[in-house]
C-alpha cells in the first residue's frame, strides 16, 4: 500500500460547484498534510498546509483531516475555470522532512 | 531570480548517454529536493540535501543516479548511462529549514528528460 492514495479523476465540474478532492493515507506517526497545486508543464505551488484535525481556510480553500479515518480533503467553493489543475495531496513523517506525495487529482472547471 | 530556477528545460537524449541537470534553490534556502514525476504518476522521491549534512539518498533508483550541491547552492542530479525508463519531469525545490518539516517547498519548472 502507497503511503498517500489519491483517485487520479480526472474530475470534471461545471464553474461555481464545490469541488472535494480526497487522500486517504497510512502511517500515522506525527506528521504535516499539504495540497499542491500543477499547472500543466509547471512545478508543483503549495496551497495550503495543516497538522491537526479540523478545517483550515485560506479564501475559496478548505483543507480538512480527520486523523480517526486517515482522510484528508481540499474543498474549493465557487470553482472557476483557472482552478483546472492537478491537485496533489502530500504529507511528512515524523521526524522527516521528505514529503510524500500522492499521484495527484486532474480536476477540469468548465464554464 | 526569486523562484527555483531549473536547467534546461527540455533535453533530449539517446539511450546510454550522461545527462545532466541544474538547479538553482532560492536565496537562502538550505533544503534542497530533487523528486520525479512520470507521466501519470506522482512525484517520485530521489534525494534531499540540507545545509552540510550529508544528503538522504534514500530514493536514487540505481547507482547510475547521482547528485551534488556544491556551496550549500546550485545543485546538479546526473543520470549516467540514460535508459528510456529514466524519461520523466525531474523537479527541483527548494525550502528553508525551520519550513521543510511542515512540506513548504517551493518548486522549479521542472526539467522533462526524453531518453530516445
Known amino acids: 500500500q502507497k503511503e498517500v492514495e489519491q483517485d487520479p479523476g480526472p474530475l470534471s465540474v461545471p464553474e461555481g460547484a464545490i469541488v472535494s478532492l480526497n487522500c486517504t493515507y497510512s502511517n500515522s506517526a506525527f506528521q504535516y498534510f499539504m495540497w499542491y497545486r500543477q499547472y500543466s508543464r509547471k512545478g508543483p505551488e503549495l496551497l495550503m498546509y495543516t497538522y491537526s484535525s479540523g478545517n483550515k481556510e485560506d479564501g475559496r480553500f478548505t483543507a480538512q483531516v480527520d486523523k480517526s479515518s486517515k482522510y484528508i480533503s481540499l474543498f474549493i467553493r465557487d470553482s472557476q475555470p483557472s482552478d483546472s489543475a492537478t491537485y496533489l495531496c502530500?504529507?511528512?513523517?515524523?521526524?522527516?522532512?521528505?514529503?510524500?506525495f500522492g499521484r495527484g487529482t486532474s480536476l477540469i472547471v468548465h464554464p | 531570480g526569486a523562484g527555483v530556477s531549473q536547467s534546461p528545460s527540455n533535453k533530449v537524449t539517446e539511450k546510454g548517454k550522461d545527462v545532466e541537470l541544474r538547479c538553482d534553490p532560492i536565496?537562502?534556502?538550505?533544503?534542497l529536493y530533487w523528486y520525479r514525476q512520470s507521466l501519470g504518476q506522482g512525484l517520485e522521491f530521489l534525494i534531499y540535501?540540507?545545509?552540510?549534512?550529508?544528503?538522504?539518498k534514500s530514493g536514487l533508483p540505481s547507482d547510475r543516479f547521482s547528485a551534488e550541491r556544491t556551496g550549500g547552492s546550485v545543485s546538479t542530479l546526473t543520470i549516467q548511462r540514460t535508459q528510456q525508463e529514466d524519461s520523466a519531469v525531474y523537479l527541483c525545490?527548494?525550502?528553508?529549514?525551520?519550513?521543510?518539516?511542515?512540506?513548504?517547498?517551493?518548486f522549479g519548472e521542472g526539467s522533462r528528460l526524453t531518453v530516445l
Open positions: 536565496s537562502g534556502h538550505t533544503a
Open positions: 525545490a527548494s525550502s528553508l529549514k525551520a519550513r521543510a518539516g511542515t512540506g513548504e517547498l517551493f
Open positions: 540535501f540540507q545545509g552540510n549534512s550529508a544528503p538522504d
Open positions: 502530500a504529507k511528512t513523517r515524523g521526524g522527516s522532512y521528505i514529503p510524500t
